[in-house]
């Protein structure tokens, strides 16, 4: 897994007051978007970032799987695994994009 391209300069402070609402941001990826305080922390803000776009394919696995009368529903495996590796990543204090789609976040820069 590759490294985020940006430079985000996050400090290890960060990082340990962020981990579990970086967790909790692959469950449910609006609740950091809500706190204030946490919409500085740019470790929380990097894994929310992450999780739209694992929410978009989630939504496209749907939307695919529906259209195919199930075929598409195969989607959902993978997206299980990039879930896993983003709440591994998080808990971890690992700053990695997703492998396949984790760049994606980054090129366009989903959360400010």
């Known amino acids: 897994m590759a490294e985020s391209t940006r430079n985000l300069n996050i ?15 692959y469950l449910i990826f609006f609740i950091p978007l809500l706190m204030d305080d946490m919409k500085k922390n740019k470790f929380v803000m990097f894994h929310t970032e992450q999780s739209i776009v694992l929410l978009l394919l989630n939504i496209a696995a749907g939307i ?19 879930l896993i590796i983003g709440i591994m990543n998080a808990a971890n204090g690992e700053v990695k994009v997703l492998p396949v789609i984790g760049q994606y976040g980054e090129k366009f820069n989903l959360v400010k």
């Not at 400090?11 to 941001?25: D, F, R, S, V, Y």
């Open 11 to 25: 400090t290890p402070e960060e990082i340990q007051q962020g981990k579990t609402m970086a967790i909790i941001a």
């Open 64 to 82: 695919i799987g529906t259209i195919t009368c199930g075929i598409g529903l195969v989607l959902y495996i993978p997206w299980i695994i990039l």
